[in-house]
DNA sequence: ATAACATTGTGAAATACTTAACATCAAAAA
DNA sequence: TTTTTGATGTTAAGTATTTCACAATGTTAT
């Protein structure tokens, strides 16, 4: 099991996190052992697929066994989690706010939401789901303070861009962008963008070639 | 101005429905000529991957002018949009699905929102947005009455496959599918999905890496 | 008129990612 | 004990996507 894995192809990183979301459904199952084949059937790709991701990862499995779940689970851990965890927050508490605190309060140990800021009165100093709603004047203080490295900003299109730069200012690490403009931020901080009308756009272009 | 796209690359798919947009935004404010370099800045990608996609879309510009902004808009659309429009149904009236009906109600005319399904005796029957909320065991008779083509999925995990399955039955040609289980579609379905907890990981890796 | 320039359009190279092909080997079967 | 089987691990080939390099050419400056 060795740790050479020095850069690992993006698109194996996000397979390793859904991977990783199964295998733990499979464990609780009281499933122990899994083939290649099996968990690509699971993600809809190919059993080479997933050998070449295990291999990049340098892991081995049992001829004839197949894979130790357990024992990935643990290798995908050490892949994408830091040991502390890290300290997410939350810009923009609207439904998809709302609904992304829902998604993620107490599931992944190592991906905490300790923050969540807006800039309605009613919601400043509720709960919600066991995040606390801050005035979004409080941002930069309370990241440096909590020592949050990552921020997920899901506020109208015309507030995106001035969040990201202050995010950026108070020292965030990484941005995950729902708001459909392209945000602009140093090259040190990690920005991934989820488009959600793109996506739907994209259906409907395959729909429609299908015709 | 040749029609001759037969099979775009996905990502030039991608890339298009997210210039349109930003090319709305600057027709709107009296551009009516733009530079390969300036839509490339626009989008952080490079002016030849700009060039390259109107290329493959058979579209040309004029020399030391750049592209007409009002003809890229109609050719994108031509290419991304049926002329009639197609109808979407949003399963799940959640957080998520309340939040995706506010970003799509009225903005793009050729997709429209057009019922939302939920199984809470509470929604059934209101209007979020716009958009009439039915009773989940209305979905196949709506959706074959309505002539929906498209459906998002918003549903908690334990619950999208069924529901995607009956989609399919009810003659669905796309599904937009935002729960993190893989769904099972035969293959004259096209399946989008938007893992958010992968993406999430994924933000967490970059930043871990970068430490 | 001519030269310098800035921009488009594109073949070819480079890079990123996936799949095929197969050597290897432990377990099961004969 | 030997053979067959069915899995892994990996090199090499294939595909998809991006970028380089530069020819072509209209516009502006001289």
Redesign the interface.
């Known amino acids: 099991m060795k740790m050479s894995h020095r850069s690992l192809p ?1 698109k194996t ?2 397979r390793l ?2 991977y990783r ?2 295998l733990l459904i499979c464990l609780s199952q009281g499933k122990h052992h899994i083939f290649s084949h099996e968990i690509a059937l ?3 790709i190919t059993p080479v697929q997933v050998r070449r991701d295990l291999m990049l990862i340098g892991y081995s499995g049992t001829l004839r066994k197949g894979y130790d779940v357990k024992e990935l689970i643990d290798l995908i851990g050490l ?4 040991e502390e965890g ?1 300290k ?1 927050a939350i810009v923009g508490i ?3 706010g ?3 605190i ?3 309060s107490g ?2 140990s ?2 905490n939401i300790v923050a969540g800021f807006d800039n309605n009165p009613d919601k400043i100093g509720k709960i919600y789901a066991g995040v606390h709603c801050y005035s979004s004047e409080r941002m930069q203080e309370i990241i440096v303070e909590e020592e949050i ?2 921020a ?1 900003i899901t506020v109208p299109a015309d507030n995106a861009a001035i969040v990201a730069e202050r995010l950026v200012m108070a020292g965030i ?4 962008n729902f708001s ?1 403009k ?1 945000l ?1 931020v140093p090259p ?1 901080v ?1 920005l ?1 963008e ?15 070639k ?2």
């Open positions: 993006d990183i996000e996190s859904q979301r199964n699971i993600h809809h892949i994408l989690d830091t890290l997410v609207g439904n998809l709302r609904s992304l829902g998604y993620f599931k992944r190592k991906l490295s990552i997920i690490k990484g941005i995950l459909p392209p602009n040190h990690y991934e989820i488009d959600m009308i793109t996506s739907l756009e994209k259906v409907a272009y395959y729909v429609k299908q015709l």
